[in-house]
């Protein structure tokens, strides 16, 4: 044998000996890629089912724990590439009108909880559990932050039952008359003093304003409340209003007590101008001579929002809805 052979023959050791721990190392990083691409996918099932299972409490607080597990299961298996996910729910607690909600998806192969993976198997039976969780909350909004304008909170409360009814109750709240209900000033609304057309208040918050639909002053753009139709806003509501608002000295101080959801189909946005409403078609009751004003309906409503406090105030069909974890 010559001296090339021989080292032919030794190329040859290294090289079977080699190949293990490469083919260890293949393995190793393609069943990583599997594991993370499935674990991907049951966190994106995991925030999914908890959203949605916060907000169907959101919804309906009183009948959310029966469908929860339902709800669950289903978002976590229909963001699963395969369909095949599990999901069980290890904290669901609700406290009032809030609540909180834990969500774990587990993979989910025909009647296991593991998945296999092929290269570590070519070595030894390898399986591993994969899990997600996401946590989600909802509740009453205390304080946050939404545009500069607010209602009197007795335009909501003489029309609570109206919430749940078949065809909405629309109202007018303009700036040429008292509120439709005592305490409720001039219009029933108005502008409060902001920053870029944003203000942040809270529950017992004293905010400054103007009385009516007078945009002047804040930082709404022209014609912004035109840009408000068929939106659903969230509105903070005044229990008392002191002023007059006719002067610099004398501005409105409104009291906020709360928040609600109310729906846009009309608005008149100055006087000498025309009315919009949604669909083109006046809606009953409509806008007459040089008032100023917003015309819609309070409905109940869940948002997804981060920019919000919660707590357990007082409800009035509306909720926020958001992941903690």
């Known amino acids: 044998m010559t001296a090339r052979e021989d080292d032919r023959g030794a190329i040859a050791v290294w090289v079977a000996l080699a190949i293990v721990p490469l083919l260890m190392f293949l ?6 890629g599997l594991a993370a691409w499935e674990r991907g996918q049951l966190q994106n099932g995991a925030d999914a089912a908890a959203l949605a299972v916060a907000q169907n409490c959101g919804s309906d607080p009183a009948g959310c724990f029966g469908e929860a597990s339902g709800i669950a299961t289903t978002m976590a298996g229909g ?3 395969d369909t095949q996910a599990n999901a069980a ?3 669901f607690v609700i406290d009032g009108n809030s609540g909180q909600v834990r969500v774990t998806a587990t993979t989910l192969n025909g009647a296991s909880t593991t998945i296999r993976l092929p290269f570590a198997s070519l070595f030894r039976p390898s399986d591993a559990t994969m899990t997600a969780t996401a946590k989600a909350e909802w509740g009453v909004p205390v304080y946050g932050s939404t545009i500069p304008l607010a209602m009197a909170e007795c335009e909501l409360t003489n ?3 109206s919430l749940d009814a078949t065809t909405p109750q629309r109202i007018l709240i303009r700036n040429d008359t008292n509120a439709s209900c005592p305490g409720g000033g001039p219009g029933g609304f108005g502008w409060l003093a902001d920053d870029n057309c944003l203000v942040e208040v809270g529950d017992d918050s004293v ?3 103007t009385v009516g639909n007078n945009e002047n002053g804040t930082g709404c753009p022209a014609d912004f409340a035109v840009g408000l139709l068929g939106k659903t806003i969230l509105v903070p509501l005044y229990d008392s209003s002191v002023g007059t608002g006719n002067s610099a000295s004398d501005p409105v101080r409104y009291t906020i007590s709360r928040f609600a959801a109310f729906y846009i189909t009309g608005v008149k946005p100055r006087g000498g101008s025309s009315a919009v409403y949604l669909g083109g078609s006046p809606l009953t009751p409509v806008f007459t001579g040089n008032s100023r004003g917003l015309q819609g309906y309070f409905v109940r409503y869940v948002e997804l929002g981060e920019e919000f406090e919660l707590g357990n105030g007082n409800s009035t069909g ?4 958001r992941m903690t974890e």
Do not use: E, P, Q, T
């Open 159 to 161: 029309r609570l039952a």
């Open 318 to 321: 509306l909720m926020v809805v």
């Open 89 to 91: 729910i290890s904290d």
């Open 79 to 81: 963001n699963a590439n």
């Open 27 to 32: 393995a190793l990083v393609a069943d990583y």
């Open 207 to 209: 905010v400054l304003g």
